[in-house]
C-alpha cells in the first residue's frame, strides 16, 4: 500500500529555503535528499512536508501563550522546544507570573518526535501541545495502534530525516526514553490512545508534596470508580510504581479514607464508606 509520502502534492508551487538552511545547521554536511520528487517529476507529500508551504503545523498553547509552528516538520520541532525552553520557567496569566513545574527535557523530545514522525498527514490536523501547571499533553492525529507504530514507521521518508538532523533515534516508539526520564520521580506519563488521536501526558515533576497528594487523590478515584482495587491494578492503571502505590494506600489506611481485605496479592482496597461521597 503506497505511504501518504509518496503521494502526488496538490500543491506543486514549493520552496525549501528553510530546509535547507536546517539541513546545514543541524548536520554541517551535505545532506542528500531524495524523493522529493516521483518520477514524473511531480513533488509528493513528503516534499511538502519539508517545504516552506508544509500545511501541517505544531501548535503549542500554554496559560496566557499560544504559538503555531511553521514551515518543514523538522524545523517545526525545533522551534517547538526552544519555545517550550522559554516559555516553560514562567507563563504570563491575568497580569501575573505563573510559575510552570518541570517537565523532563527528553520526554518532551521524545514524544514530540514520536507525535510527528507517526501523525497521520492525511487527517489534515496540527499537532497540538497543551500544557498547564500540572500536564504536558502532546496529541497527534491519527491512530496509535501498538503494532502499527512498533512494527512499522507512519511517516518515514520523515523519520529518516529527523534521525539524520539529531531530532529522532528511532528505536521502537521512544516510550522506554520518556518512562526513564521520570525515574524516581513518583510519577509516570500514558499513552492514551484513541481512533483517530493519539497523545502522550507527561506529568509535571514538582515537590514531594505535590507528589503524594495528587497520588492519593487518584488512587481514591480510582476506588470510587472500580468500587475496589488490587495493587497491582494501581500499579498499571495510575502508572505508579510499587512502592509508590503501597506507600500511598498505607497513608490513606491510616487516615481512614481507604481499608483492605485479603493478604499477599489477593489483598483489595475499598472506600471507607464514612468517607464516600
Known sequence: MPLYEDYISR?????????????????????S???????????????????????WHVQIHI?????????????????????LSERLGTSLQTDRIVKLSSFPRTAIMESLANAII???????????????????????PGNAVYEVIENGLRNPKTADIMKKMGYAKLMGIGLDSIRSSYCNSGFMPRLIREDDTFAIH??????????DE????????????????????????????SYTALKAVDKLQKDGEIFSMGSGSKK???RSKRKQK
Open 11 to 31: 500543491e506543486q508551487e514549493l520552496s525549501f529555503h528553510d530546509f535547507r538552511e536546517l539541513k546545514h545547521c543541524r548536520t554541517q554536511r551535505y545532506l
Open 33 to 55: 535528499i531524495t524523493n522529493m520528487k516521483n518520477d514524473m517529476g511531480l513533488y509528493t507529500n513528503f516534499a511538502l512536508m519539508m517545504s516552506d508551504q508544509c500545511p
Open 63 to 83: 496559560p496566557g501563550f499560544d504559538a503555531t509552528m511553521n514551515g518543514p516538520l523538522p524545523k517545526q520541532m525545533g522551534d517547538a522546544m526552544n519555545c
Open 118 to 140: 507517526h501523525f497521520d498527514p492525511s487527517l489534515m490536523r496540527d499537532i497540538v501541545i497543551t500544557v498547564d501547571e500540572r500536564h504536558m499533553v502532546i496529541e497527534s
Open 202 to 211: 507527561l506529568p509535571a515533576i514538582s515537590g514531594k508534596e505535590d507528589r
Open 214 to 241: 495528587r497520588s492519593y487523590k487518584e488512587i481514591i478515584e480510582y476506588i470510587d470508580t472500580m468500587g475496589h482495587a488490587y495493587l497491582k491494578d494501581l500499579c498499571v492503571s495510575l502508572m505508579l510504581s
Open 268 to 270: 483489595r482496597y475499598y
